[in-house]
């Protein structure tokens, strides 16, 4: 992870971002990073937790403009909720087991996809400078709110019923449609956005993969390749990235893959995240998915994410409106109004990997935020 941004450098960002700063932000002096810049009721929150939190939910990059303020007001509402759901566990007195921490913390690693699941799930906290406490500590947060909106949420659930789950189906064809598109799969060498094209990273990363090119044409399966080759985590599915839709790639990687013939290799082509070797397997064309036991199922299971999302928001929009939260030090003066980019659960998602070229990220679990 990159190294953190000076306190100064996001004292000045934060008073840019929030409405209220006039030109203060101009005369911003240096704060220490133990310095109080939130109190959420009696709870501290300091510059260098913002920070820290700032740090995370960009994965360490650099951000400008509309991007970095939704950074910092994310990261702030993070630092917010957490402690407002702290304070309230410690009020209700109802403390969470350390077999129940466990337990959930077991269930993250098998939700990992490959054979080295904790190995890749204890990698992602040290890339996001999490440990092994601060995730226990979240994980804590996560099953204390489940509990308190499950009341609610079971009333939410038993209205997806097998009648409501049809007529869902059919009110909605747009949404279980699945557009035309390619099954893909993708090597990825990765190389800095800011490594120059004739520089030695960059021509060591295009010759990994014109070798590739030439392996593949030899007779030497793909799916081995990207095992091998590949710093995608799509190497332990052959390097499969699913179906991949017109339009909705950067420019380069669309051309790519849709001027590529069904069953040959693209070219090696650069993105943000390195160089990229397509294999385009399969046209797909436009399809209704017919209503079947595994759509309900699926349905269903989203029906009821989206409810307990719901719910939970509920829950931290109740927490905020009887809380005092007060901007005080070198962002006295700012007004606390939540952003729409609050995370849906209190310990936010510092583990999950951000996504890459035409690989989706991957959805990170509510528990392993900083």
């Known amino acids: 992870m990159k190294s953190l941004l000076p306190v100064l450098a996001l004292s000045l960002a934060v008073l840019a971002a929030l409405p209220g700063c006039g030109k203060k932000a ?7 990073a133990g310095e109080v810049a939130i109190w959420v009721d009696e709870t501290p929150v300091t510059m260098g937790q913002l920070q820290v939190e700032y740090a995370r939910t960009t994965g360490g990059r650099e951000l400008s403009g509309e991007l970095r303020q939704r950074a910092i007001r994310t990261a702030i509402d993070l630092l917010v909720t957490r402690a407002l759901v702290r304070a309230d566990m410690l009020r209700a007195g109802d403390p969470v087991t350390a077999e129940e921490v466990e337990k959930a913390r077991q269930t993250l690693i098998a939700d990992r996809e490959g054979l080295a699941a904790e190995a890749n799930l204890a990698m992602l906290l040290a890339q996001r400078g999490l440990s092994q406490e601060e995730l226990e500590s979240n994980i804590k947060l996560d099953l204390f709110k489940n509990r308190v909106v499950h009341e609610d949420y079971l009333a939410r659930e038993a209205e997806f019923t097998d009648g409501y789950l049809k007529d869902f189906y059919d009110a909605h064809p747009g949404t279980f449609t699945i557009p035309a598109g390619r099954k893909v799969s993708q090597i990825l060498v990765r190389v800095s956005a800011d490594a120059p094209e004739d520089g030695d990273l960059a021509g060591d990363a295009r010759k990994t993969l014109e070798e590739a090119a030439s392996r593949f044409a030899a007779g030497e399966s793909f799916d081995s390749l990207a095992l091998e080759l590949s710093d995608d985590p799509s190497r332990e599915r052959g390097g499969d990235i699913g179906l991949v839709v017109p339009g909705r790639q950067p420019p380069g ?7 590529t013939a069904v069953g040959a290799l693209s070219s090696p082509v650069r993105s943000p995240a390195g160089y990229h070797l397509f294999l385009v ?6 399809t209704l998915q017919p209503w079947s ?5 699926a349905l269903r299971k989203q029906l009821c994410r989206a409810a307990q999302a719901e719910e939970t928001r509920k829950y931290y929009k109740r927490l905020r409106d009887a809380a005092t939260i007060r901007f005080v030090g070198p962002l006295e003066g700012v007004k606390y109004t939540s952003s729409e ?3 849906e659960d209190a310990s936010g998602d510092a583990a999950a990997p951000a996504g890459d070229g035409a690989e989706p990220a991957e959805a990170g679990e509510e528990a392993v935020g900083g």
């Open 26 to 32: 101009e005369t911003v002096a240096p704060s220490p």
């Open 253 to 259: 990687l669309d051309e790519a893959i849709f001027s």
């Open 293 to 297: 036991e595994e759509l309900k199922a």
């Open 281 to 286: 397997r399969e046209e797909t064309p436009e």
């Open 341 to 343: 980019d609050a995370a």
